[in-house]
T-cell receptor, first 116, second 109 residues
Framework: GAVVSQHPSRVICKSGTSVKIECRSL??????MFWYRQFPKQSLMLMAT?????????EQGVEKDKFLINHASLTLSTLTVTSAHPEDSSFYICSANGARENNEQFFGPGTRLTVL | EDQVTQSPEALRLQEGESSSLNCSYTVSGLRGLFWYRQDPGKGPEFLFTLYSAGEEKEKERLKATLTKKESFLHITAPKPEDSATYLCAVGPGAQKLVFGQGTRLTINP
C-alpha cells in the first residue's frame, strides 16, 4: 500500500517553455500532497503544500506564479513549471499523506527536469 | 528555527561491519521523527517513524532509536545492497517535514 507515482520520470525542454508534472496516489486518498525540489547531493527542500480543492501554500522564496500547483482530486496533484529556465533544472519529487497514514509521507519516484 | 543535522556526511564500511548514523534535531514540537532511504535518481523510501523518546523500531538489518535530542539508525552486518543515502526528517507541525542533509552510506563487498 501507499504507492505514489509521478509522470514523467524525465523531461528535457527548451528555455521559456512550460512543463507539467503529475503526481498520483495509487492506492489511497491523499488529503495533502507536497512538492519538493532536490539539487545534486543536497537534501529535499519543500516547495509547497497542497490540499485538495484549495490553494497551495508555498514556502518562503518559492515563486507561486512560476510553480503552479493544482490539487484537482484526492489522488492527483500537478506541478507546472512556467517559462522554465536552466536554473530550474532539478529533481522534483512529490509526496502524499492520507488520513490513515498519520504523519507519514510517501514519496513518488521523482522527475528529472533539464532545461536547455 | 526547526533544524535537523545528520552525521557523518558520508560513511564507507566493509560488508558485515556494523555502525550507526546520527540525526540530531531541534524542533518546537516533535510530531514524529522519520527515517527514509534514497537511492540515486529515485524518491525517498519510507523506513521508520518514531514518536517518543525511548522508542525503537527494527526492519531487517536496520534499527532506529530515539532520544529527546537525537535519533540513531543502527546498521547491523550490512550488505552492499544497503548502500544508499539515509535521510532523517522531523515533523514540527502537522505533516510538514524538515529534512537533514542525509548520510551517504557505501558498503564495500
Amino acid at each position: 500500500g501507499a504507492v505514489v507515482s509521478q509522470h514523467p520520470s524525465r523531461v528535457i525542454c527548451k528555455s521559456g517553455t512550460s512543463v507539467k508534472i503529475e503526481c498520483r496516489s495509487l492506492d489511497f486518498q491523499a488529503t495533502t500532497m507536497f512538492w519538493y525540489r532536490q539539487f545534486p547531493k543536497q537534501s529535499l527542500m519543500l516547495m509547497a503544500t497542497s490540499n485538495e480543492g484549495s490553494k497551495a501554500t508555498y514556502e518562503q522564496g518559492v515563486e507561486k506564479d512560476k510553480f503552479l500547483i493544482n490539487h484537482a482530486s484526492l489522488t492527483l496533484s500537478t506541478l507546472t513549471v512556467t517559462s522554465a529556465h536552466p536554473e530550474d533544472s532539478s529533481f522534483y519529487i512529490c509526496s502524499a499523506n492520507g488520513a490513515r497514514e498519520n504523519n507519514e509521507q510517501f514519496f513518488g519516484p521523482g522527475t528529472r527536469l533539464t532545461v536547455l | 528555527e526547526d533544524q535537523v543535522t545528520q552525521s557523518p556526511e558520508a560513511l564507507r564500511l566493509q560488508e558485515g561491519e556494523s555502525s550507526s548514523l546520527n540525526c540530531s534535531y531541534t524542533v518546537s514540537g516533535l510530531r514524529g521523527l522519520f527515517w527514509y532511504r534514497q537511492d540515486p535518481g529515485k524518491g525517498p523510501e519510507f523506513l521508520f517513524t518514531l514518536y517518543s523518546a525511548g522508542e525503537e523500531k527494527e526492519k531487517e538489518r536496520l534499527k532506529a532509536t530515539l532520544t529527546k535530542k537525537e535519533s540513531f539508525l543502527h546498521i547491523t552486518a550490512p550488505k552492499p545492497e544497503d548502500s544508499a543515502t539515509y535521510l532523517c526528517a522531523v515533523g514540527p507541525g502537522a505533516q510538514k517535514l524538515v529534512f537533514g542533509q542525509g548520510t551517504r552510506l557505501t558498503i564495500n563487498p
